[in-house]
């Protein structure tokens, strides 16, 4: 049966795409969370791709919430942005923002700069995810 526009709408809604991120970031978070009580079978490199990924769908969720698309995808561009949108983002989630950015090198061509967290750092990384992820969840669930 062929949906109507309505329905059509309402799949590609802000609102519709903010939930999905959230779904998609949750599930990711179980993996890196989960590093925290017991070793994971995967290595520190992989876990931190994964964090990187946590984090972008948060703060995409949160800006769909509002009804905008993001236009950066680098941790702090897309922190900065996502901040001034909602006042409510802390410090200690900039912070979070900071440490995935120190270790991203999206632009090089040749992969010098590319580094990887300690796992102390993944550690604070991913405590940190699990703060933004609460804060996200808080403002999705107006919805």
């Known amino acids: ?62 800006l769909a919430y509002y009804g905008i698309e993001a236009l950066n995808h680098t941790p702090m561009a897309l922190f900065i942005e996502a901040s001034k ?22 632009c090089s061509l040749d992969g010098t700069g590319y580094s990887v967290p300690t796992e102390d750092e993944l550690h604070v990384i991913i405590i940190g995810l699990i703060e933004i992820r609460a804060f996200v969840e808080g403002r999705l669930a107006e919805l």
């Not at 999905?20 to 978070?29: H, R």
């Open 85 to 106: 949108t909602d006042t409510g983002l802390t410090e200690s989630m900039r912070q979070t923002a900071k440490y995935l950015q120190r270790h991203e090198s999206i």
């Open 1 to 62: 049966m062929e949906k109507s526009l309505q329905e059509l709408e309402g799949e590609f809604s802000t609102e519709a795409q903010a939930k999905s991120l959230l779904k998609d970031a949750q599930g990711y978070m179980k993996v890196i969370e989960g590093h925290l009580q017991t070793p994971s079978r995967f290595d520190v490199p992989l876990l931190h791709n994964i964090a990187n990924i946590s984090f972008e769908k948060l703060l995409v969720a949160l």
